[in-house]
């Protein structure tokens, strides 16, 4: 039978303490031990089911993990307090001083500050490049390089990675194909095209109510491990360790995940459709206008739909802004960052989300001045969204009223 993500966190049962349809939350930061010899065995890694230390592993994380790796179908996960702190970690444990990371140049600000500034402090180096490109991507591979690292969708241009090309790349060079997959949870399975990693920052659509900052690293058990090593780990060292009572309540929303990922797919393809017929200059992977459009309708599943995000482009910055306060003032979602929250979501990524990548970049990657990214939100009617949308447009004239009138 096909992989289907949703079916196989569906099987999972954990149980509570005392038979609750939920498990026990472990609101415990240190674990005693009935015998001596079992800490010292559980401090070398050698005691199965046995807790040491919250920061290195607690129930409610590994619960958490299990359910995440079994989404994505890798042998184990480690969750982290935020997306970012399962991306520099996952990073700084495949790369020491002297090593070379090719990477997509359309990535979340964040991972690009990280890899642009902070790594050259640590010797590591990286080499930004078109990731749909395979020729480019080759050509920037050199004997230091560990490391090939994509977004299955960009932030915020909605590029689509080849994931399963990519994997052949990274296999022929020995590398590790790394992929933040956050956009995309549950449409795309980046570890059965070929990753070998795969990140979400849990912050965005598999939390999805906008409450709490969430990652992390799914991936084979012997990297999982050596992320969580006592001596070694990236994870365990540098401490972006998730609280368990977060991780119990990630857990729960995790469980409507496909079904809100299908309103959110579903509500955007209807926008993306409509603005496009109104002559919008919209970005969406699900239109057949999209360049990615035919790869990544065979990547996903298809059930999912091709995600909730969309790109318009109004012009200006100026407009962009006048646009999302009237949105906002007429309540069709909140002018915010971060995406997958049940109300739609606007910002002008040059000035926010993106302003860590320097403007000549920026023009040069497309991401201009008039683009606004939405994170489309669960909303019931959205024929009516649509309209009430329109007629902000038509207001501040970025649809002319011929268009209007049609
Ligand atoms: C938000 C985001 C991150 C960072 O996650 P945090 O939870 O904010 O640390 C990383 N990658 C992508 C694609 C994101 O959207």
Do not use: W
Request: proline fraction near 3%; hydrophobic fraction near 35%; include cysteine.
């Amino acid at each position: 039978m096909k992989f289907n993500p949703a079916d196989d966190i569906q099987d999972l049962q954990y149980f509570g303490e005392f038979g609750g349809v939920n498990p026990s939350i472990s609101d415990s930061s240190t674990y005693t031990f009935l015998s001596a010899k079992t800490m010292f065995d559980t401090f070398e890694g050698n005691a199965d089911g046995c807790y040491l230390y919250s920061r290195h592993s607690s129930p409610s994380n590994l619960y958490l993990g299990q359910a995440l790796a079994a989404m994505e179908g890798t042998e184990a996960a480690n969750v982290s307090a935020s997306g970012m702190g399962a991306i520099s970690p996952t990073l700084l444990q495949l790369c020491g001083s002297g090593d070379h990371i090719v990477s997509s140049r359309t990535i979340y600000g964040g991972t690009y500050a990280f890899l642009k500034n902070f790594c050259p402090r640590l010797g590591i180096k990286t080499t930004f490049v078109d990731i749909t490109k395979m020729d480019k991507v080759e050509a920037a591979i050199t004997p230091d390089t560990k490391v090939l690292y994509c977004e299955t969708v960009s932030n915020p241009l909605l590029e689509i990675a080849d994931i399963a090309s990519l994997s052949k790349i990274a296999k022929k060079h020995n590398l590790k194909l790394v992929v933040d997959n956050t956009f995309s949870p549950l449409s795309v399975s980046p570890a059965k095209l070929g990753a070998d990693i795969v990140i979400h920052s849990l912050t965005k659509y598999i939390n999805g109510s906008s409450d709490t900052l969430g990652g992390v690293t799914c991936a084979s058990q012997e990297f999982i491990d050596s992320l969580r090593n006592v001596n070694n780990g990236a994870n365990m060292l540098l401490g972006p360790t998730m609280d368990s009572l977060r991780s119990a309540s990630v857990m729960k929303n995790l469980r409507t995940l496909h079904i809100r990922m299908k309103q959110h797919s579903q509500n955007a393809m209807y926008l993306a459709e409509h603005f496009e017929k109104d002559g919008l200059k919209v970005v969406y992977p699900g239109l057949k206008s999209h360049s990615g459009h035919h790869l990544y309708a065979n990547m996903i599943n298809p059930e999912y739909g091709f995600g909730g995000m969309i790109t318009l482009d109004v012009g200006t910055l100026d407009k962009a802004n006048e646009l999302m306060e009237l949105m906002q003032s007429r309540k069709l979602g909140y002018l915010a960052v971060s995406l997958g929250f049940y109300k739609t979501l606007f910002s002008a990524p040059g000035t926010s989300t993106s302003s860590e990548i320097p403007i000549e970049e920026q023009e040069e990657i497309g991401l201009t001045d008039g683009l606004i990214r939405f994170s489309i939100g669960l909303d019931n009617n959205i024929e009516r969204t649509y309209q009430m949308m329109k007629d902000c447009m038509t207001e501040l004239e970025i649809l002319k009223m011929e268009s209007a009138i049609n």
